[in-house]
Structure formats: structure tokens, C-alpha cells
């Protein structure tokens, strides 16, 4: 067997893996009643799990803030085809929209560059990450699947009426929640990666946040909340998080998992890593200039 072939049998295991791993994704049927506190699996035995509380700066109060560490190598490129003609999926438990044009290019905390085809986009209302602690409206979760391994990366995008501002969003308008038929949808998906801050990223290592739980998902969380009118969400809250025969009304998020040995990346400027190495550098000469100071 050459490089070739085995190459092909690689990926040919690999796409029919994270297509199995994708039914199970978004299961229909999982139950919400306790957030995911009575899930089995890795959902119960693992310790990489999702979603976690992103703690957005050093000095932020979140317990994870200790786990933070900054990176200037991260760095994301999103390329969306049109989205045109897309049918919307209600799993119950969540809206997903199957579509397979669009990829992504990840570097990661050590500088590899890694790239992802697009799956799927479901949404989660209210948000199941958390950012110091405060959740958001709604997340959308961009899944995608890796080009020839079996690794998932999601791509978490959040919208906020408060934080976003209250206003209609077009990538909300375009799923058409006020209506029945969730077919022949029109989804300007690279719009909103194009207004997206997307130096305002954040990673780590985890988990589908649904059953099996399985621990294969590279997170890259961009943490600029989109605007969303009140309208919007008020379909989603009617179906989940203000539906007391959904879950008792709790929403469609799972409860946020301890990030235990893990750390959490955030992107900053290489020029602000070579301002603390600068600083760095003059606090070692000064404290050398002292020394020699007093000796003399
Ligand atoms: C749903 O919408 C699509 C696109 O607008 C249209 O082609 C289709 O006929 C509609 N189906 C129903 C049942 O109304
Ligand atoms: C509330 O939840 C139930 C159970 O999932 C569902 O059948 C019903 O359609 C939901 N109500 C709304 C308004 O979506
Ligand atoms: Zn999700």
C-alpha cells in the first residue's frame, strides 16, 4: 500500500467517524431535565470537559483565571461558501442546519496550523459557555470536522441582546424562526464571520457538550457578543428556556464542567508578549545597574 491509499483509507475512516460522532452530536432525545447532570459516558467519567467558564483577562474572577495563559500565536481564518437553499433541522432539542461548504484554518497555542471543514451549525439558548460567569442570550456552535484526522473543531459565536445590542441580527432573520417552513433558507453565514472581532479568541480542549461527550473537540471561542432583538430570542426562550414542559425551563445548555489540568489560551498582539518581555528586560537590567551600584 502506497502513502496514497493509505491516506484515502485514513480519511475515508476518519469522515465516516466524525459522521457517526455527528448523529450523535446533536442526539434527539437527549434530555435537559438536570443539564446534564445525569448523563453517563465520558459526559460523567470525563475530565476535558464542555462547555467551561472562559475567564476573559488575568485579573478576571472566574476560577479558572488562574489557568490562563496568554498566546500570540492563535490565530483563525473562516471561509464560508453561501449558504443558499439550506433546509433547518428542529432535533427538539436544538435548531441545526447541515451544510458542508465552508472551512476553517486554526493556529494553535503552539503555532500549528491545523484546517476543518464545515458540518453543521446548532444553536444553544441561553449560552453554554460562560464568560466570567455571565451567560449570553445564545451561542451558536459551528462544527466542524477535521480535514483528514478525526478531531472536531467548534467555533463559538455568541449574541447578546444587552451586550450585543437590541436589535434584528441577519444571520437570526435568515433562519426564518417565525415561521413553520425551515426549508430553502438563504444564510449570509460569512457576513457574520466578517463582522466578527476575531482577534478576541480564546481556546482550549474539550468535549461535544452532548452525549457521549466524546473529548475531540478543539474550541476556538470568539468572545464578541452580536447583536440580537428581543424578538429574535423570544423564539428560542419560547422553546426551551421559558417552555416549562422543555427541561422544567432551565434552556438548552448543558452546566459548565470543571477545566481541571487544563488551560485556557488567549489571543493577544505579539507586540503586547514583547511589551512584557520589554518589561521584562528593563526590570533585569535595572536590577543588575542596583547591583552594581551597591558593589561599587
Ligand atoms: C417552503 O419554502 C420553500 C422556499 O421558500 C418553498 O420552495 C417550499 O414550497 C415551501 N414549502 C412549503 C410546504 O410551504
Ligand atoms: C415546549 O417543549 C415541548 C417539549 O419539548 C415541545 O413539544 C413544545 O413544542 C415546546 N413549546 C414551544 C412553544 O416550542
Ligand atoms: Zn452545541
Not at 483528514?148 to 467548534?154: H, Q
Not at 514583547?274 to 552594581?292: C, E, R, V
Amino acid at each position: 500500500m502506497d502513502k496514497r491509499q493509505k491516506f484515502q483509507i485514513l480519511y475515508f475512516i476518519a469522515t465516516i467517524s466524525v459522521l457517526i460522532g455527528l448523529v450523535d452530536a446533536n442526539a434527539e432525545g437527549v434530555s435537559y431535565d438536570e443539564m446534564g447532570a445525569d448523563w453517563h459516558e465520558a459526559c460523567a467519567s470525563g475530565s476535558n470537559q464542555s462547555p467551561i467558564d472562559i475567564p476573559l483577562s488575568m485579573k478576571s474572577s472566574s476560577a479558572n483565571a488562574n489557568r490562563l495563559k496568554k498566546n500570540d500565536k492563535l490565530d483563525l481564518i473562516v471561509s464560508q461558501g453561501i449558504m443558499n437553499n439550506v433546509i433547518m433541522k428542529d432535533l427538539g432539542t436544538t435548531y441545526q442546519v447541515p451544510f458542508i461548504d465552508g472551512a476553517l484554518a486554526f493556529w494553535d497555542e503552539n503555532d500549528e496550523l491545523e484546517t476543518y471543514q464545515i458540518l453543521q451549525f446548532h444553536v444553544h439558548a441561553p449560552s453554554e459557555h460562560t464568560f466570567d460567569g455571565k451567560f449570553y442570550d445564545l451561542e451558536i456552535h459551528f462544527v466542524h470536522k477535521h480535514f483528514t484526522e478525526g478531531g472536531l473543531a467548534v467555533i463559538s459565536v455568541q449574541f447578546d441582546v444587552e451586550d450585543g445590542g437590541n436589535q434584528d441580527n441577519d444571520f437570526i432573520t435568515a433562519l426564518r424562526l417565525n415561521q413553520k417552513n425551515l426549508t430553502g433558507l438563504n444564510i449570509p453565514a460569512m457576513k457574520l464571520f466578517e463582522q466578527l472581532d476575531k482577534s478576541k479568541l480564546y481556546h482550549y480542549q474539550g468535549s461535544l457538550t452532548t452525549p457521549p461527550c466524546s473529548e475531540i473537540v478543539t474550541w476556538i471561542v470568539v468572545h464578541d457578543p452580536q447583536p440580537i432583538s428581543s424578538a429574535q430570542l423570544k423564539y428560542l426562550d419560547d422553546k426551551w428556556k421559558k417552555n416549562y414542559t422543555f427541561a422544567h425551563g432551565h434552556g438548552n445548555n448543558r452546566l459548565v464542567q470543571p477545566l481541571n489540568e487544563r488551560y485556557v489560551y488567549m489571543r493577544v498582539d505579539p507586540s503586547q508578549m514583547d511589551s512584557s518581555q520589554m518589561l521584562w528586560n528593563s526590570f533585569l537590567l535595572i536590577t543588575l545597574f542596583s547591583a552594581i551600584l551597591i558593589l561599587f
